[in-house]
RNA sequence: CGGGGUGUGGCGCAGUUGGCUAGCGCAUCUGGUUUGGGACCAGAAGGUCCUCCGUUCGAGUCGGAGUACCCCGACCA
């Protein structure tokens, strides 16, 4: 399968499709636009949402739990909310089946009909804001941080595996608080967490970035969103950080009483990120042998690989590796022993390289006489012959050695991609060959749209922390006064 | 909902201007030899060719209708 696949641009969407994805995280369900998520692709998940989960848990936030199904009455209360969404619900309008009474199968019972319909949830704002309602009468019961694991469901017209599922998984951080300042810096603090997760657990560079009006959340007034660059050019959204106002609030009529007695309404962040940062991983780091993860981020780190010839070979080796399992994991690495006996070396090493092991250790006879290991990194697909001796800490060193490269790779990959652009003949021409395109812009909803219905091009953020660059300009398309570059790209 | 494409063993495909017993690769099973980069040899099993209707001496192949899935657009994280 892997050698079938030869140049990366041509074949880019067929490798992501079939090679990586399907052979061995996630398949495409039966249910049109869902996805089974394989074992290992969960584990690998479930990895994120662990490191995730604790990074939350130190700025002060606490998981929770809300409803699956939304009373469609809640969520036509906040206006731009439900036109953002209202295209694409699943809704429940039933809630019994019956016999066929023309003899096939069973039908859906016309007398159990509901009498509101239920939405299944897209996000959750509504359904939780509904609740803080009943949680804040005052100023000591804020700030409220909670935060959800969950599925979603949206209803899209055109899915694609990872990046956009009719159900996913993702989690939903809600935030309510006293004053607009404290909001702000919630979702700024937020966005920040999501970077920092970004770039040392996924080895993800990314731009964090202000989101324009246009693109942002409906009902919010300001979306922060981490940017990444996939290795086609293309820009993949990562994740955001939503400072709502009041607007939900209002919505909801969420009050407390202030110190001064004075009853006013709270401020509201909303932040998630979902399952699309697994194809944010494949599509960023993976080669033509599959899938390559970060060190931090493997459910496995080191795959231990013996050969032999004979059986007593065999239980030398495996008795070594035992040895150096125990070792690996009293300093913190996870290790796999793979001793299938019906496999060649060869097929496992292709395997695990499929889904992206970072160290790959093979133990042989020859090893065994001379006390080494052969160490294969995945990264480079290099290998070297290193002393059984002290191993452990080597392999540590090695794995951080990993991670960095990784996110050096990606991060270079970016940088040979993002380039000024301040000519409009010169960017339609430029922003099809993919990267980010740093341009003036003249602020206007107007012109973002125009440009991006001749280009498919949109406003991927406002940098904030990289490519930030405040200068007098003039706006790429209309050529009014600008003051600042924003990133142009093609997305997912 | 518009435009295009594809339905053939488990998976991926070939099948010519209609022709006789529907092939190939991978996977599977059996036996043997192998094992430091996706093994090899020998043998075996496995198919209402998406469905229905039609044309024909004869349909996987031609025509019609239906149906499912994929790709491209509009929508979106």
């Given at each position: 399968?892997?050698?079938?696949?030869?140049?990366?641009?041509?074949?880019?969407?067929?490798?992501?499709?079939?090679?990586?994805?399907?052979?061995?995280?996630?398949?495409?369900?039966?249910?049109?636009?869902?996805?089974?998520?394989?074992?290992?692709?969960?584990?690998?998940?479930?990895?994120?949402?662990?490191?995730?989960?604790?990074?939350?848990?130190?700025?002060?936030v606490?998981?929770?739990?809300?409803?699956?199904?939304?009373?469609?009455?809640?969520?036509?209360?906040?206006?731009?909310?439900?036109?953002?969404?209202?295209?694409?619900?699943?809704?429940?309008?039933?809630?019994?089946?019956?016999n066929?009474?023309?003899?096939?199968?069973?039908?859906?019972d016309?007398?159990?009909?509901?009498?509101?319909?239920?939405?299944?949830?897209?996000?959750?704002?509504t359904?939780?804001?509904?609740?803080?309602?009943?949680?804040?009468?005052?100023?000591?019961?804020?700030?409220i941080?909670?935060?959800q694991?969950?599925?979603?469901?949206?209803?899209e017209?055109?899915?694609?595996?990872?990046?956009?599922?009719?159900?996913?998984?993702?989690?939903?951080g809600?935030?309510?608080?006293?004053?607009?300042?404290?909001?702000q810096?919630?979702?700024?603090?937020?966005?920040?967490?999501?970077?920092?997760?970004?770039r040392?657990?996924?080895?993800?560079?990314v731009?964090?970035?202000?989101?324009?009006?246009?693109?942002?959340?409906?009902?919010?007034?300001?979306?922060?969103t981490?940017?990444?660059?996939?290795?086609?050019?293309k820009?993949?959204?990562?994740g955001?950080?939503?400072?709502?106002?009041?607007?939900?609030?209002?919505?909801?009529?969420?009050?407390?009483?202030?110190?001064?007695?004075?009853?006013?309404?709270?401020?509201?962040?909303?932040?998630?990120?979902?399952?699309?940062?697994?194809?944010?991983?494949i599509?960023?780091?993976?080669?033509?042998?599959?899938?390559?993860?970060?060190?931090?981020?493997?459910?496995i780190?080191?795959?231990?690989?013996?050969?032999?010839?004979?059986?007593?070979?065999?239980?030398?080796?495996?008795?070594?590796?035992?040895?150096?399992?125990?070792?690996?994991e009293?300093?913190?690495?996870s290790?796999?022993?793979?001793?299938?006996?019906?496999l060649?070396?060869?097929?496992?090493?292709?395997?695990?390289?499929?889904?992206?092991?970072?160290?790959?250790?093979?133990?042989?006879?020859r090893?065994?006489?001379?006390?080494?290991?052969?160490?294969?990194?995945?990264?480079?697909?290099?290998?070297?012959?290193m002393a059984?001796?002290?191993?452990?800490?080597?392999?540590v060193?090695?794995?951080?050695?990993?991670q960095?490269?990784?996110y050096?790779?990606?991060?270079?990959?970016?940088?040979a991609?993002?380039?000024?652009?301040?000519?409009?003949?010169?960017?339609?021409?430029?922003?099809?060959?993919?990267?980010?395109?740093l341009?003036?812009?003249?602020?206007?909803?107007?012109?973002?749209?125009?440009?991006?219905?001749?280009?498919?091009?949109?406003i991927?953020c406002?940098?904030?922390?990289?490519?930030?660059?405040?200068?007098?300009?003039?706006?790429?398309?209309?050529?009014?006064?600008?003051?600042?570059?924003?990133?142009?790209?093609?997305?997912?």
């Amino acid at each position: 399968m892997a050698k079938e696949v030869t140049g990366r641009e041509e074949n880019y969407s067929q490798w992501y499709n079939d090679l990586v994805v399907k052979a061995d995280l996630a398949e495409q369900s039966a249910v049109r636009g869902c996805m089974v998520i394989k074992p290992y692709g969960y584990a690998i998940w479930e990895k994120m949402q662990r490191v995730l989960d604790d990074m939350f848990k130190k700025t002060g936030v606490q998981n929770a739990y809300f409803p699956l199904f939304i009373p469609k009455s809640f969520f036509s209360r906040e206006a731009e909310h439900v036109a953002g969404f209202a295209k694409e619900c699943a809704v429940v309008t039933h809630h019994r089946l019956m016999n066929d009474p023309d003899g096939k199968g069973v039908v859906v019972d016309p007398s159990a009909r509901l009498e509101e319909e239920l939405i299944v949830r897209p996000t959750s704002e509504t359904i939780i804001w509904n609740t803080y309602k009943n949680w804040v009468t005052s100023w000591r019961d804020l700030p409220i941080l909670c935060n959800q694991w969950c599925n979603v469901v949206r209803w899209e017209m055109r899915t694609r595996l990872f990046l956009r599922t009719a159900e996913f998984l993702w989690q939903e951080g809600h935030t309510a608080h006293a004053t607009a300042e404290e909001a702000q810096a919630k979702a700024l603090e937020m966005v920040g967490v999501y970077a920092d997760f970004a770039r040392n657990t996924l080895a993800l560079p990314v731009v964090v970035g202000h989101k324009s009006p246009g693109e942002r959340f409906a009902g919010a007034l300001d979306t922060m969103t981490i940017e990444a660059m996939m290795q086609d050019g293309k820009a993949l959204q990562a994740g955001t950080s939503h400072f709502l106002g009041q607007n939900f609030a209002k919505s909801f009529d969420v009050q407390f009483a202030n110190k001064e007695g004075k009853l006013e309404y709270v401020w509201a962040t909303s932040w998630g990120v979902s399952t699309r940062l697994m194809g944010a991983l494949i599509m960023a780091h993976g080669d033509d042998n599959g899938l390559v993860l970060p060190p931090k981020l493997a459910p496995i780190q080191v795959v231990m690989v013996p050969i032999y010839r004979k059986d007593e070979e065999l239980d030398a080796i495996l008795d070594k590796m035992a040895g150096v399992k125990k070792e690996l994991e009293a300093a913190g690495v996870s290790v796999k022993i793979d001793s299938r006996d019906s496999l060649r070396p060869g097929f496992k090493f292709a395997e695990w390289e499929l889904k992206g092991v970072p160290v790959r250790m093979a133990i042989g006879p020859r090893d065994l006489e001379a006390g080494t290991v052969e160490v294969a990194r995945r990264d480079t697909l290099s290998k070297e012959s290193m002393a059984l001796e002290g191993i452990a800490p080597a392999i540590v060193k090695l794995l951080d050695d990993i991670q960095e490269n990784i996110y050096n790779k990606a991060l270079a990959f970016r940088e040979a991609n993002v380039r000024k652009c301040d000519d409009w003949e010169t960017f339609k021409t430029e922003i099809q060959k993919g990267g980010f395109l740093l341009c003036h812009w003249d602020g206007t909803p107007e012109t973002e749209e125009k440009i991006k219905e001749e280009t498919k091009a949109t406003i991927r953020c406002i940098p904030m922390d990289s490519y930030v660059c405040e200068e007098e300009g003039k706006c790429i398309y209309s050529g009014k006064p600008s003051h600042r570059r924003v990133i142009f790209a093609i997305s997912y």
